[in-house]
């Protein structure tokens, strides 16, 4: 029987040992535009290891809870954001690495408006919107060579909703 991880919601400081929420938690760092906007400045910490930064855009089907978690992935050369173009809450699955590959899994629900940075190197799920139109802008690391590593569990894990 595999191990069931329980979901729960997304905060900055339990997920801070794996990357960044994005949100517009506390106050506004600045007003600008003539006083109609709030920024809520330099809340992800990007990281690369050569290449650069490049804004791309992911259109995931959605998936249901319970979910089947047989793989996860990560980035040794970059830090990779996920910001949803929509207002619904998405699954994040992350692992502390526990000699090169992913410990127990942890898995967060956002809440509408929320993104996340992944750190470089952080194991983590596949995008996991539960909503169409499931579309993310993602920065990430453009460049050459393999930036992708990944796991497959000899025993799957499930997600509970």
Avoid at 69 to 75: N, S
Avoid at 78 to 84: C, D, K, N, R, V
Avoid at 131 to 147: E, K, Q, T
């Amino acid at each position: 029987m595999s191990a069931r991880i329980p979901v729960q919601p997304l905060t900055a400081q339990g997920f801070a040992p794996f990357g960044d929420v994005l949100d517009v938690s506390g106050d506004a760092d600045k007003i600008i535009n003539q006083g109609l906007c709030g920024r809520y400045h330099d809340r992800a910490a990007l990281e690369f290891v050569e290449g650069r930064a490049g804004i791309s855009l992911f259109k995931a089907e959605p998936r249901a809870l319970p979910l089947r978690l047989d793989m996860m992935e990560r980035h040794p050369d970059g830090s990779q954001a996920f910001l949803p173009m929509s207002l619904d809450p998405f699954l994040v699955i992350v692992a502390p690495d526990q000699g090169g590959a992913p410990g127990q899994p942890i898995a967060f629900m956002t809440a509408p408006g929320q993104g996340v940075n992944y750190h470089r190197g952080v194991w983590h799920g596949v995008l996991t919107p539960l909503h169409a139109p499931g579309l993310f802008a993602v920065v990430d690391r453009i460049g050459a060579g393999a930036n992708l590593q990944e796991h497959f569990f000899d025993t799957p894990y499930h997600i509970e909703g």
